[in-house]
């Protein structure tokens, strides 16, 4: 009788993917930087999840700028935070624009 394989839990199978790159145009890395640390640190953890293959669970597709362009959100000090990113290219993420 052949030996069954055993499928190796779902936290095993995202370590083993590899991580895209971040490619930042223009001036969307000093746009980042330049936002509140809360803002800067929920934005990288969900760029994160998006360079492991993941979509984290509040990203809105923009399809008004094409195919795989997508919006994360956020809210701070009653301002309105977003940063645009494309992943529809295999190479890397894209952070395309970052703006209050």
């Keep these: 009788m052949a030996e069954k394989t055993k499928k190796p839990p779902r936290e095993k199978l995202f370590e083993a993917l590899p991580r895209k790159p ?3 145009i223009a001036s ?3 746009d980042i930087s330049a936002m509140p640390d809360p803002v800067k640190g929920s934005f990288g953890h969900r760029l994160s999840e998006v360079q ?3 979509t984290p669970l509040d990203t809105k597709p923009m399809p008004q700028f094409g195919g795989g ?5 956020e809210r701070f000090d009653g301002d309105a935070y977003r940063v645009m990113y494309v992943v529809a290219l295999r190479k890397a993420v894209y952070v395309l624009h970052a703006f209050i």
Excluded: M
């Excluded at 362009?69 to 959100?73: D, G, N, S, W, Y």
């Design 28 to 30: 969307s890395k000093d």
């Design 52 to 54: 492991e293959g993941r």
């Design 69 to 73: 362009v997508f919006e994360l959100r």
């Design 22 to 24: 971040v490619i930042w």
